[in-house]
């Protein structure tokens, strides 16, 4: 199974949600930005876990980041990835850095979070924080809810 690190890409309106052990969070309208890991036993088969949960109708969250895809006010609009063996998802994360949601998704590292919110779409900044890491992103679209597919 390949392995590498990714990013789930959302775009969302200003809302509250509840987060596990985080408590209720406020989200700010527009984009969300997730980076994750995909170097354990399933590797990148992780993606379309992610995807799935978005898509599901029985759902049933797991980690930080399921709760957000698993939520109606969050759409999963596209993923990015790359493969690689090396822990970088850390490095990722403060490549994207900027405006975050504090602790979330890292709760087995010492980043101060691994969830990151935009204005506009953060498409081109995502694929120079891989291309900076010396990665070849791959970018999926997913089809969203109105039936559209595409990155905007």
């Known amino acids: 199974m390949d392995k590498g690190i990714y990013v ?20 700010r309208r527009g984009w969300h930005i997730y980076a ?5 036993s399933g590797g ?3 993606l379309s876990r992610h995807v799935s949960l978005s ?3 029985d759902k049933r969250p797991k980690w930080h980041v399921d709760v957000l895809s698993c939520s ?5 609009r596209y993923t990015v990835h790359a493969l690689t063996g ?3 998802e850390c490095r990722l994360a403060e490549e994207l850095g900027g405006a975050s949601v504090p602790s979330f998704g890292c709760s087995d590292c010492r980043c101060p979070s691994h969830l990151f919110s ?7 900044e995502i694929i120079s924080a891989f291309n900076r890491l010396g990665l070849v992103a791959v970018t999926t679209t997913i089809m969203s809810r109105d039936g559209s597919k595409g990155i905007i």
């Open 8 to 27: 789930l890409v959302f775009k969302n309106p200003a809302c509250t949600v509840q987060v596990g052990a985080l408590g209720t969070v406020a989200f």
């Open 36 to 40: 994750g890991s995909a170097l354990g």
């Open 44 to 46: 990148l088969a992780r």
């Open 55 to 57: 898509q599901a109708k």
């Open 72 to 76: 109606d006010l969050f759409e999963l």
């Open 86 to 88: 090396d822990r970088l």
């Open 118 to 124: 935009r204005k506009k779409n953060p498409h081109d």
